[in-house]
């Protein structure tokens, strides 16, 4: 019987099981109607080859949710499940892989769901795309769940905090894995990633679950020891799950009567108090028989390579604003210290337009917020590191959704930590600024210090104009100029300078 292809597109994903988790998906999967950042996701995929040191014999078992990478059984909240599988399960595992640590005894070891659930549905409880949150991984960051915490259903919490964002920008997706038309090469990444590795790797996949059927009582033949089988697929439906190892002693019987050996195990996100520890068996069969469709059981199966990143030039901001969708947030430099705009602004692949008619950090929570966005990356040249003068922040104001929101930049700063200590460089424009139609363009000089001495003086009569007086300048070049003051505007903080250079 031929197999069906596992190869990966993106993933289309809610949730569909009785009446608390129904749910319709709003993405459409044609990529002409698929935002850009949607359309990007094909570019990252790379095609899983095992390397030739993967040669020992499959075992007849792998059960990679009894590791300590594993963290412990998502009991979703609301249409997460794509972001349930893939960050929740498949990143948090795969980081822990990657840096050997326990992410059962700590959420810092922890990835939320959430944040990239929240970051990627619109203000809405829907479902949406595994690959968006390992998109938003790879471009941006992910937050753990220890500087997350907790969301309410209807919240759609964006966190606060310049230091968590810090953080998060430094756990990446390096890549995303695609199988390609087999299911031993499936088991060989699940055994030993393909490389040899002492633990295998995890994978997410797509299939619908409305009226699954489900043995909870199932006692054949296994090594893994779970008594949950899926007997029969769904037909309505859509949700995300992970599979974390297989067993080919499993035994399915199809309707026909028909004796099938070897199952997938599968991870959940409804609980733990669902199937056998949220866990169950999903026959190799089903992926095999040509007459199931793919919205029926998805040939989209993604793993991920994952990578750590050091931030070391960022931009810290905070703002208060009513209707978060409205904005996006570009970053940029120049060499130039006279710049009145970069060269290119690079806009975030967070904070994109997103989020819903909410303040900044949500619905019934507060508007402003404290931000983070990474410069390193924009500042590697195939000419070398730059050495920038000046750098610019675009807040750019759109009109998203219902409401038109308003609201401020408060304060704005650039962070460089590439020397012994960090040094900040902070904004010298006069903030709060209100954030105007269109570009919001906000300056950041490196300052650098200057050696001089000064003669005090008085530039002021006694009413508070600017004085009549001729000032004498000599500058460390030798050169004197002759300096009249005038037109002093104290609101605005500018005067008139006449001055003429003599040698």
């Not at 009785?18 to 002409?32: E, F, L, R």
């Not at 850009?36 to 078992?61: D, G, W, Y």
């Not at 337009?353 to 917020?369: C, F, N």
Request: net charge neutral; proline share 4%.
């Amino acid at each position: 019987m031929p197999n069906k292809s596992l190869c990966i597109l993106l993933l289309g994903l809610s949730l569909s099981f009785g009446d608390t988790k129904a749910q319709k998906v709003s993405h459409d999967q044609n990529a002409a109607t698929q935002a850009p950042r949607q359309r990007a996701i094909p570019r990252q995929r790379v095609k899983f080859m095992p390397q030739r040191k993967a040669t020992s014999p499959l075992p007849p078992s792998v059960d990679n949710s009894a590791s300590i990478y594993f963290p412990p059984v998502i009991n979703q909240i609301g249409g997460s499940c794509a972001q349930a599988a893939s960050i929740g399960y498949l990143f948090t595992y795969e980081m822990n892989r990657l840096l050997n640590r326990n992410a059962k005894t700590s959420a810092d070891n922890r990835f939320s769901y959430l944040f990239a659930w929240n970051m990627l549905n619109e203000g809405e409880d829907q479902g949406g795309f595994a690959s968006e949150g390992l998109f938003l991984a790879k471009q941006y960051g992910m937050m753990t769940q220890k500087d997350y915490g907790n969301s309410g259903n209807y919240q759609f919490r964006w966190a606060s905090g310049y230091d968590k964002y810090l953080n998060a920008m430094r756990y990446r997706v390096e890549s995303i894995l695609v199988y390609d038309d087999s299911i031993p090469l499936m088991k060989r990444y699940l055994y030993d990633a393909g490389n040899g590795s002492g633990t295998g790797g995890i994978m997410v996949f797509s299939g619908m679950a409305g009226s699954w059927t489900i043995n909870d009582k199932y006692d054949g033949p296994s090594r893994t020891g779970y008594h949950s089988l899926l007997t029969h697929l769904a037909t309505d439906g859509s949700h995300a799950m992970s599979i974390v190892g297989y067993d080919d002693l499993v035994t399915y019987v199809d309707d026909k009567g028909t004796e099938h050996k070897g199952a997938f195990i599968v991870v959940n996100s409804w609980g733990a108090f669902t199937h056998d520890n949220g866990r169950f068996y999903l026959p190799y069969d089903f992926f095999k028989d040509p007459s199931v469709g793919n919205a029926q059981l998805s040939n989209q199966v993604e793993g991920v390579v994952v990578s750590t990143y050091t931030p070391q030039v960022v931009c810290k901001l905070t703002i208060d604003y009513s209707s978060r969708n409205d904005l996006s947030f570009g970053v940029g430099y120049s060499e130039n210290a006279d710049a009145t705009l970069p060269g290119q602004f690079y806009y975030s692949a967070a904070f994109d337009h997103q989020g819903g008619d909410y303040p900044m950090q949500g619905q019934y929570l507060e508007g402003t917020i404290e931000l983070a966005l990474d410069i390193t990356a924009h500042l590697d040249t195939p000419h070398g590191p730059v050495e920038a003068k000046r750098y610019f922040l675009n807040v750019v104001r759109g009109f998203r959704g219902k409401k038109k929101g308003e609201g401020k930049l408060l304060s704005l700063s650039v962070l460089d930590y590439r020397g012994k200590e960090p040094v900040e460089y902070k904004c010298r424009s006069r903030l709060p600024a209100t954030l105007a139609d269109g570009d919001n363009v906000f300056l950041v000089d490196v300052a650098k210090p200057l050696r001089l001495s000064v003669s005090p003086f008085r530039y002021t009569d006694d009413a508070g104009n600017a004085t009549g007086e001729t000032f004498m300048i000599r500058t460390a070049e030798g050169y004197h100029a002759k300096m009249k003051l005038s037109n002093l505007d104290s609101d605005h903080q500018q005067i008139s300078i006449r001055y003429q250079v003599k040698e």
